[in-house]
T-cell receptor
Framework: DGGITQSPKYLFRKEGQNVTLSCEQN?????MYWYRQDPGQGLRLIYY???????QKGDIAEGYSVSREKKESFPLTVTSAQKNPTAFYLC???????????FGDGTRLSIL | QQQVKQSPQSLIVQKGGISIINCAYE??????FPWYQQFPGKGPALLIA?????SEKKEGRFTISFNKSAKQFSLHIMDSQPGDSATYFC????????????FGQGTELSVKP
């Protein structure tokens, strides 16, 4: 089945640690996105990539980093510099920047 | 100017009734307006979308009404069913910002049997 796979579904991090969230898609989409969802605030864009080996900051990139070494993969690292990392993280992809975005089922990150 | 304002925050509708969710925007460069449906613990799923050159789009029980002059658009769910209970997000995108979607705050819909 084609789709977007995010893993793990739940992730716990100790304060001061970096943690990496996985996002893999087998839809052959060029563009990939990371959003953060907090209660009552909708979704906010962290980073996006329109093509392999290129990515741009979104609205709330501070404390996060990404890489796009392969078309199908767009991992997100939540660094210790992110002061409030507890949230639901959603990855999305699309054929191009002007095409509909399709979402994975998210990773819920909590701080121990 | 990049905001999309969504209302109401929560909505309770009886089975068979009409659910209406409203969104407003300021940026006239927005050219694509999707609605997403999200169930607990899942990612949002694209429900229906509209571009500003049409005033209405209907897919089954779901209709988007679009008012370009007022910079408002709304989602109507006809014959609402308990299975429609979910959180709904409107969003907007301009074609010169790399596909970036600006989301509304979400509406939690509960359809009572």
């Amino acid at each position: 089945d084609g789709g977007i796979t995010q893993s793990p579904k739940y992730l716990f991090r100790k304060e001061g640690q970096n943690v990496t969230l996985s996002c893999e898609q087998n839809l052959n989409h060029d563009a990939m996105y990371w959003y953060r969802q907090d209660p009552g605030q909708g979704l906010r864009l962290i980073y996006y990539s329109q093509i392999v080996n290129d990515f741009q900051k979104g609205d709330i990139a501070e404390g996060y980093s990404v890489s796009r070494e392969k078309k199908e993969s767009f991992p997100l690292t939540v660094t210790s510099a992110q002061k409030n990392p507890t949230a639901f993280y959603l990855c999305a992809s699309s054929w191009g920047s002007n095409q509909p975005q399709h979402f994975g089922d998210g990773t819920r990150l909590s701080i121990l | 100017q990049q905001q999309v304002k969504q209302s109401p925050q929560s909505l309770i509708v009886q089975k068979g009734g009409i659910s209406i969710i409203n969104c407003a925007y300021e940026n006239t460069a927005f050219d694509y307006f999707p609605w997403y449906q999200q169930f607990p613990g899942k990612g949002p799923a694209l429900l229906i979308a509209i571009r500003p050159d049409v005033s209405e789009k209907k897919e089954g029980r779901f209709t988007i009404s679009f008012n370009k002059s007022a910079k408002q658009f709304s989602l109507h769910i006809m014959d609402s069913q308990p299975g429609d209970s979910a959180t709904y997000f409107c969003a907007a995108r301009s074609n010169n910002q790399g596909g970036k979607l600006i989301f509304g705050q979400g509406t939690e819909l509960s359809v009572k049997p």
